[in-house]
């Protein structure tokens, strides 16, 4: 992938290494130890601390050791998803993606500019001998997408700017001022077992062919999640009076991406052929009617199963788990009424897992508001609680709040004004950011996100507009250079 003619060539260079070295959640240590190494290289500071997050730091440009330091932050991992029947390897591959109509696009797989072109400009500007900017530092977290634990784990003397811009937006001409928080429900339960009755043949019902996306971001598009859709297949069938058992169920990837794909394998008892035929005609049609315009590459399959399983879930088993499945909340719960067309709270069913002894299943909460992560998050617990199914909620992270008096705000409205004519939007956004764990780290340290365009970030397609690269740039490079001095009495 040659990216050297793109402009800024800096910001390129530095995303082509990004791509050219695996970075899934959790596995950030080569990219990690690479970028530290070439810091080091520059005479840069460079430290990873206890949880493993990397922060790069270079003095004040002369003139400019009177301003307050800034703290440049974006995080290292991206969301790994691939169209079925890739090959690729998230673990040992390299993003491959090409140039189309002023857009970098990865096809088969996600891109990665979703957080990597934040990274890249991060990067560019600490390693720029032309820019001018105070104190700087990059904080350069790991494990956003799976978890936030390198934010969690970040201590409160980790960095030292009293002025922080988050580059993890994905829309530009926009400066975001807060977001929602969240929290996973992961559903881990026994299940029991039944052998499969005689006269039995299996089949595999296949979902897939979705267009997927960011489940914060795109919750409120009424895409399909595959795992729902497959749901409200089998309760069809049930409801035709097909007569079959459920051996697994399995969909989705990341529980903060919409299920793209999923599948069940199922026996089916003799003569049953008929009804099932007709049943998921019926399903086909219903659901790609309604999807008509938002999902029409949607597609409902019967394949042959060689062999039949040895256990299946038994019928109260099924029953019970499929019911569950079926009513868990999915989707848009509450739009804001604080903040005018923006969801307020939701759920995603992003991963299911479920063969004749177990279920694994996570739902990640999102909210505006705190509270409304829990009680979301608690009526999903008491629903498999009724079901006889165990749950717990993992991993909640705060919502941030917007500070309407930010002076970061200002300075960045009137850069914009005076660099690109006109007013940015200010906005609060239904995806997770890590500010709002910042915020509680640092509560007087003033941020602000935005960042280049973006589409499709957590699902294959994803792509990055290169003239808003450009745009992030020098708007970036002019914030910095008009950063103000300290106060007087905080000189």
């Known amino acids: 992938m040659d990216l050297s003619g793109l402009e800024p060539a800096a910001v390129w260079r530095h995303f082509s290494t990004l791509c050219r070295i695996p970075r899934p959640s959790r596995h950030e240590r080569a990219i990690r130890d690479e970028l530290a190494a070439w810091a080091q290289v520059r005479g840069l500071g460079a430290k990873v601390d206890e949880t493993g997050n990397l922060i790069l730091s270079k003095p004040a440009t002369p003139g400019y050791e009177n301003r307050p330091g800034v703290v440049l932050q974006g995080h290292l991992d991206m969301v790994c998803q691939k169209n079925a029947g890739s090959s690729h390897d998230f673990m040992h591959d390299s993003i491959r993606a090409e140039l189309r109509d002023g857009w970098l ?3 088969d797989t996600t891109l990665g500019a979703d957080n990597g072109i934040g990274v890249a400009l991060a990067l560019a500007a600490l390693e720029s001998d032309d820019v001018a900017h105070p104190a700087l530092e990059v904080l350069l977290t790991l494990d956003e997408e799976s978890g936030m634990s390198g934010a969690h784990g970040l201590k409160p003397d980790a960095v030292c700017g009293r002025l922080l811009i ?8 926009e400066f975001y001022l807060g977001c929602a928080g969240g929290a996973d429900v992961v559903v881990d339960a026994a299940l029991e077992a039944a052998p499969v009755p005689a006269g039995h043949q299996a089949l595999r019902i296949v979902v897939d062919g979705l267009r997927g996306g960011h489940s914060g971001v795109d919750i409120h598009l009424q895409r399909g999640n595959a795992i729902k859709l497959l749901l409200r297949v089998l309760q069809m069938l049930a409801a035709a009076g097909v007569d079959y058992r459920v051996a697994t169920l399995e969909g989705g990837t990341a529980r903060n991406a919409l299920a793209r794909e999923a599948q069940a394998l199922i026996v089916l008892a003799d003569g049953g052929a008929e009804a099932l035929q007709a049943a998921l005609a019926r399903a086909r049609d219903e659901i790609a009617e309604e999807l008509g ?5 949607f597609r409902l399959r019967l394949l042959p199963e060689p062999g039949v ?12 788990v499929l019911a569950a499945l079926h009513v ?8 804001s009424q604080r903040v005018p067309g923006v969801v307020e709270t939701s759920s995603n069913l992003g991963v299911l897992r479920v063969d004749a002894e177990h279920i694994h299943a996570t739902l990640m909460v999102r909210s505006l508001l705190d509270a409304g992560t829990r009680e979301l998050a608690s009526e999903i617990v008491s629903l498999f ?3 006889g199914m165990s749950a717990a909620v993992r991993e909640p992270y705060p919502g941030w709040a917007p500070n309407p008096d930010s002076g970061l705000l200002t300075l960045f409205q009137t850069v914009y004004r005076r660099e690109f004519g006109g007013d940015a939007a200010v906005k609060v956004i239904h995806a997770g950011l890590e500010c709002g764990i910042l915020t509680a780290i640092w509560p007087d340290m003033d941020m602000i ?3 280049p365009n973006i589409r499709g970030a957590h699902a294959p397609g994803e792509r990055v507009e290169v003239a ?8 970036l490079v002019a914030v910095l250079a008009s950063i103000p001095p300290h106060p007087p009495s905080q000189a």
Do not use: C, K, Y
Request: charged fraction near 30%; hydrophobic fraction near 40%.
């Open 385 to 387: 609680s009724l079901a």
């Open 293 to 297: 315009g938002v999902d029409d590459g």
């Open 449 to 451: 996100s935005f960042g």
């Open 309 to 320: 399983p040895s256990r299946v879930l038994s019928d109260e088993a099924g029953r019970r």
């Open 468 to 475: 808003s690269v450009a745009q992030a740039w020098r708007l």
């Open 166 to 173: 988050n580059i993890d937006t994905e829309d530009w001409g």
């Open 328 to 335: 868990v909340a999915h989707g848009v719960r509450r739009m």
């Open 105 to 107: 696009v990865a096809d």
